[in-house]
Nanobody
């Protein structure tokens, strides 16, 4: 069982930065592939980034590559998403998710546990 709580969202101007955190409880954090997803109003939930269990491998959506950085600290049971050069189209509710499988997927259905989300609004 994994409980996930996101924080760090807010309102920022275009070009600004935010760092999201995802704090996990439970004993399986280091065994979980972790991911960030986002959902804008009227749109489907989409993949943003994922990170392997050790943190050695990271994966990004093309739309955020070079601007966002995913990382994790297994000792602190926390995952991060550093978001730089934010654009209005990054506005969404951001969710962290945990997958107890062994393959990194980009589809929400493959993830077993979800946080409640944190809202990010980027003004132009």
């Amino acid at each position: 069982q994994v409980q996930l709580v996101e924080s760090g969202g807010g309102l920022v101007q275009a070009g600004g930065s935010l760092r999201l955190s995802c704090a996990a409880s439970g004993r399986t954090f280091s065994s979980a592939i972790m991911g960030w997803f986002r959902q804008a109003p009227g749109k489907e939930r989409e993949f943003v980034a994922a990170i392997s269990r050790s943190g050695g491998n990271t994966y990004y959506a093309d739309s955020v590559k070079g601007r966002f950085t995913i990382s994790r600290d297994n000792a602190k049971k926390t995952m991060y998403l550093q978001m730089n050069s934010l654009k209005p189209e990054d506005t969404a509710v951001y969710y962290c998710a945990a997958d107890l499988g062994v393959v990194v997927y980009r589809t929400p259905l493959e993830y077993d546990y979800w946080g409640q989300g944190t809202r990010v609004t980027v003004s132009s």
